[in-house]
Structures are given as structure tokens and as C-alpha cells.
């Protein structure tokens, strides 16, 4: 019975060893120094969300009058830089003759932006399909839209700036005599909230 009990505490004792030993090799948590943290203005996988208004200045055709628009969008960074995302817009604008165009595009967009300081500059291509109407008439059309802003990120969540795009609008119809492409310039001001 004495060797048992002077076996049992021989591995008792050389277990408590080898267990100390190792806790001493392994470096407590307090101790390993903290991964170190780099804030950029964008990251990949940050979101934003883009509310916005917008003039709307007619370049062809010459019948319509100055208009207006509101914009909202969400898009999110792949990169640093780069982000994908879409909008859609309604916008509206009276004719010479008093009779009222009507807007609505839906794009997909992507878009590059670089940083200087707490200025973002972003510079994107959307492209989509914008229903218009006018008098009784319907169109379901492309439209193509680049544009470029300027923004002030004045909390890490929430910038305001001012952008500027051309909207392209074809019209391809049966009749090629009817086929146009309308130019109008949109420039305006948006608040975007990052998260």
C-alpha cells in the first residue's frame, strides 16, 4: 500500500511539473501585444446609403424645361477604393408646351473613390433601364449616367456633397425616322450615411 501511495504521488508531483512548465512557456493574454489597428475612411465590406436631390438641366431634347429629381442609393466597398451598388431616381420636368415628362430610372452603378484628407471623390458609371412618359406615351428604355461628386465626411458615418452627372437617354423605335437620344445634365446635392 505505501509504494501505491508513493507511486500516485511520485505522478501527482511530476504531472504538477510538467503543467507548470508549460503554463510558464505560453505568454499570458495581457502580455501579447495587440494587433494593430489601421482606420481607413473605407474598408472593404462597409456599406453606404445615398439620399439625395438633383436640378436636372436638359441638354437635347430642347422642349423640356429645367427639372428636378431625388435619388437613393446603397452600395457597398469590394475594395478600399472601389464599390458596387444601385439607385434609382424619380425625376421630373414640364415641356415648353406645359405638359409634364416623367422619370423613373433604376441603375446598377460602380463606382471608384479616392480620399484626400476628409474629402471623398468619387467617380462612378451607373447603367439600367428608366421608364419615361409623356402625354399618353410610355417608353422602356436604357440609360447610362456617369457621374462625379465631392464629398465631406464630417463624421465617420455621415458625409454631404454635391455631385454631377449626365443622364443618356436613347429612344430606339420600329421606325428609325422616331429614333432619339436625349442629354440631361443633373447636378445636385446628397448626404450619405456609411456603416
Not at 429629381?69 to 439607385?87: Q, R, S
Amino acid at each position: 500500500m505505501k509504494r501505491i501511495f508513493t507511486l500516485l504521488l511520485f505522478f501527482c508531483v511530476s504531472f504538477s511539473i510538467l503543467t507548470a512548465q508549460d503554463l510558464q512557456t505560453e505568454t499570458p493574454a495581457e502580455q501579447q501585444e495587440p494587433e494593430e489597428f489601421v482606420y481607413k475612411m473605407n474598408q472593404k465590406g462597409d456599406w453606404f446609403v445615398r439620399l439625395g436631390g438633383s436640378v436636372n438641366i436638359p441638354i437635347v431634347p430642347e422642349n423640356l424645361r429645367v427639372g428636378m429629381d431625388l435619388n437613393l442609393g446603397f452600395y457597398t466597398f469590394l475594395t478600399e477604393n472601389f464599390a458596387v451598388g444601385g439607385d434609382g431616381n424619380g425625376t421630373y420636368a414640364l415641356t415648353i408646351g406645359d405638359n409634364i415628362y416623367f422619370s423613373v430610372p433604376i441603375m446598377a452603378r460602380a463606382m471608384y473613390q479616392f480620399s484626400v484628407k476628409n474629402f471623398e471623390i468619387p467617380l462612378s458609371l451607373g447603367a439600367g433601364v428608366a421608364i419615361q412618359t409623356y402625354l399618353e406615351r410610355y417608353y422602356f428604355g436604357l440609360i447610362i449616367n456617369p457621374e462625379v461628386g465631392v464629398y465631406y465626411r464630417f463624421r465617420t458615418d455621415w458625409s454631404a456633397g454635391i455631385h454631377c452627372g449626365v443622364n443618356i437617354l436613347p429612344q430606339w423605335y420600329e421606325n428609325k425616322e422616331y429614333n432619339r437620344t436625349g442629354y440631361i445634365m443633373d447636378t445636385g446635392v446628397s448626404v450619405r450615411y456609411h456603416f
